[in-house]
């Protein structure tokens, strides 16, 4: 079956634009994550949406960040007024939700490819 | 604070059994452990979890010890295909769905 998918696959835009970057989970999945993954470094952790409520936005930056999934599939994350520093892959995972009796931290999470932002 | 730590890189050869360490000394009772791979330009992908004991799939064996205070990793005959970044994750934040990945450890396998 299809996979995580995100677009755009790539993004450039100048400081100061505002982006949206969008992800389709996989069908059934009700848990729904973004991380931002910078050079050398492991995704990290920016929000995460159970159904249409974002349970756990504590990884957010800034309020700058924002991100929405009004119908519990797909979400798209919206960043305003980029900055450089912003540059960096943002992944998106998408999991079946709470995993064996419950326990949150059995979830396994489906990571799409990424979209690569670049802030000029 | 981290909550895991593992080797920064390894480097193995094709056909060897490569073991990658993971230390979590604060892990939780209801922490599960949770491997994934990560190749460049894609986002990880999960590869193993467990809880104590000894667990094994198509594509690795994860080994934790009775205090389920560190879990090693083994991939056994590696290929050049097995270079990546691998990631040890335990738990969530709080008891919550917060992933915190660290570093990683980037395996190089040579020819």
């Known amino acids: 079956g299809a996979g995580v998918s995100q677009t755009p696959s790539n993004k450039v835009t100048e400081k100061g634009k505002y982006v949206e970057l969008r992800c389709d989970p996989i069908?059934?999945?009700?848990?729904l994550y973004w991380y931002r993954q910078s050079l050398g470094q492991g995704p990290e952790f920016l929000i995460y949406?159970?159904?249409?409520?974002?349970?756990?936005d504590s990884g957010l930056p800034n309020d700058r960040f924002f991100a929405v999934r009004p119908e519990g599939s797909v979400s798209t994350l919206k960043i305003q007024r980029t900055e450089r520093g912003d540059s960096a892959v943002y992944l998106c995972?998408?999991?079946?939700?709470?995993?064996?009796?419950?326990?949150?931290?059995?979830?396994?999470?489906?990571f799409g490819p990424g979209t690569r932002l670049t802030v000029l | 604070l981290a909550k895991t730590t593992q080797p920064i890189s390894m480097d193995s050869y094709e056909g060897q059994e490569v073991n990658i360490t993971c230390s979590h000394n604060?892990?939780?009772?209801?922490?599960?452990i949770t491997w994934y791979q990560q190749f460049p330009s894609q986002g990880p992908r999960f590869i193993i979890q467990?809880?104590?004991t000894k667990v094994t799939n198509e594509v690795a064996s994860l080994f934790i010890p009775a205090d389920r205070k560190s879990s090693t990793l083994s991939l056994p005959r590696v290929s050049l295909s097995d270079t990546a970044v691998y990631y040890c994750?335990?738990?969530?934040?709080?008891?919550?769905?917060?992933?915190?990945f660290g570093a990683g450890t980037r395996l190089f396998v040579k020819a």
């Open positions: 995972a998408s999991s079946l939700g709470p995993g064996l009796a419950g326990v949150p931290n059995t979830d396994t999470q489906y």
């Open positions: 069908s059934g999945h009700t848990a």
């Open positions: 994750l335990v738990g969530g934040e709080g008891g919550g769905f917060k992933t915190i």
């Open positions: 949406f159970q159904g249409t409520g974002a349970a756990d």
């Open positions: 467990g809880y104590k």
């Open positions: 604060n892990i939780a009772t209801n922490d599960y």
